[in-house]
């Protein structure tokens, strides 16, 4: 008997420093799993490429594309704007692909909301706490890519986040790399199989 599987939208989300990237990244090297580029307003790191790690957009650039409707979700982070476009999702879950977002609580609210059925279907969410706020602390000062008030920011900006919790499927605390990757993955596989999403072909 041959089943098809429509796509899966999974969305994950937690404080910076969660570690919700990293298990983003190494999913999708790990399973097939397109991991969507977002768009952001803030300035390019070192080392980062444009349009591999973000589409790197001017405020003009970025409010264009709101307006012509051509974002999935768009939130306002850390006083920089950050976006998923359309483009990049809908019609990889039409092909049956799974997608994965790493979006903040913002961001993952506008996808719980949405009205499309396609999407309202294939939604997965999870949250990444961290261990704690001394490990949180920990991961962001090691980073050295923000300032001291920026850090402070990030901190503040974490308790907040943490209490979305709740509101997602899945939550992971953050232990290793290694052990977040296998509960993400657990996670897809599970999902994978579940009855609802399975088809007979026409």
Same mark, same amino acid.
């Given at each position: 008997?041959? &089943?098809?599987? %429509?796509?899966?939208?999974?969305?994950?989300?937690?404080? +910076?420093?969660?570690?919700?990237?990293?298990?983003? /990244?190494?999913?999708?090297?790990?399973?097939? &799993?397109?991991? @969507? =580029?977002?768009? %952001? =307003?803030?300035?390019? $790191?070192?080392?980062?490429?444009?349009?591999?790690?973000?589409?790197?957009? %001017?405020?003009?650039?970025? *409010?264009? /594309?709101?307006?012509?409707?051509?974002? &999935?979700?768009?939130?306002?982070?850390?006083?920089?704007?950050?976006? @998923?476009?359309?483009?990049?999702?809908?019609? $990889?879950?039409?092909?049956?692909?799974?997608?994965?977002?790493?979006?903040?609580? *913002?961001?993952?609210?506008?996808?719980?909301?949405?009205?499309? &059925?396609?999407?309202?279907?294939?939604?997965?969410?999870?949250?990444?706490?961290?261990?704690?706020?001394?490990?949180? $602390?920990?991961? #962001? =000062?090691?980073?050295?890519?923000?300032?001291?008030?920026? #850090?402070?920011?990030?901190?503040?900006?974490?308790?907040? !986040?943490? *209490?979305?919790?709740?509101?997602?499927?899945? =939550?992971?605390?953050?232990?290793?790399?290694? !052990?977040?990757?296998?509960?993400?993955?657990?996670?897809?596989?599970? !999902?994978?199989? $579940?009855? +609802?999403? #399975? /088809?007979?072909?026409?």
């Amino acid at each position: 008997m041959s &089943l098809h599987r %429509t796509g899966i939208l999974c969305v994950v989300s937690g404080p +910076s420093g969660s570690g919700k990237t990293t298990v983003c /990244r190494s999913a999708a090297e790990a399973t097939p &799993l397109y991991y @969507t =580029t977002s768009c %952001t =307003t803030r300035a390019m $790191r070192p080392g980062e490429v444009n349009g591999k790690d973000y589409f790197f957009l %001017t405020d003009e650039e970025f *409010q264009h /594309r709101v307006d012509a409707g051509g974002f &999935l979700e768009h939130a306002l982070v850390h006083g920089r704007r950050y976006g @998923t476009l359309k483009s990049e999702v809908i019609p $990889r879950l039409a092909d049956g692909q799974d997608v994965v977002m790493d979006l903040d609580p *913002q961001g993952a609210a506008q996808i719980r909301d949405c009205q499309d &059925l396609a999407i309202r279907h294939s939604l997965v969410d999870v949250f990444i706490l961290p261990a704690g706020m001394d490990e949180l $602390r920990a991961r #962001l =000062t090691s980073r050295s890519s923000e300032t001291a008030a920026e #850090l402070q920011l990030r901190l503040l900006n974490a308790i907040d !986040e943490m *209490q979305h919790w709740a509101l997602y499927a899945y =939550t992971i605390v953050s232990r290793s790399k290694e !052990e977040d990757l296998a509960k993400f993955l657990g996670i897809l596989t599970a !999902e994978r199989l $579940r009855s +609802s999403r #399975l /088809r007979f072909p026409a």
